[in-house]
């Protein structure tokens, strides 16, 4: 059974940090795509940041230069580096593992970016 659980989300003042971690379990990590996303109250889910199984990465333009993404497969973990942060960064960030045509979410973890 495979298992993605998410966890450093929490509350921070604008332009500070946190660090998120999805562990995935169940599944051989390297081969798995991972992404983030971040949703709000009445809004799509949408895409934060994403690594592919190679490494390469994409983020929204929204965080481009503010959020990193990075995998260690060693660990079965990714990470997200979050700088920079605003209130409108405030959400429920999810994780997401993709395995050819299967997909796994993670329960999420709550961002609040707030004085």
């Known amino acids: 059974q495979v298992q993605l659980v998410e966890s450093g989300g929490g509350l921070v003042q604008p332009g500070g940090s946190l660090r998120l971690t999805c562990v995935a379990s169940?599944?051989?990590?390297?081969?798995?795509?991972v992404a983030w996303y971040r949703q709000t109250p009445g809004k799509r889910r949408e895409l934060v940041a994403l690594?592919?199984?190679?490494?390469?990465?994409n983020y929204a333009d929204s965080v481009k230069g503010r959020f990193t993404i990075s995998r260690d497969n060693a660990k079965n973990t990714v990470h997200l580096q979050m700088n920079s942060l605003k209130p409108e960064d405030t959400a429920v960030y999810y994780c997401?593992?993709?395995?050819?045509?299967?997909?796994?979410w993670g329960q999420g973890t709550q961002v609040t970016v707030s004085s």
């Open positions: 169940g599944i051989t990590f390297s081969t798995l795509n």
């Open positions: 997401k593992g993709t395995y050819y045509l299967e997909t796994y």
């Open positions: 690594i592919v199984s190679d490494g390469s990465t």
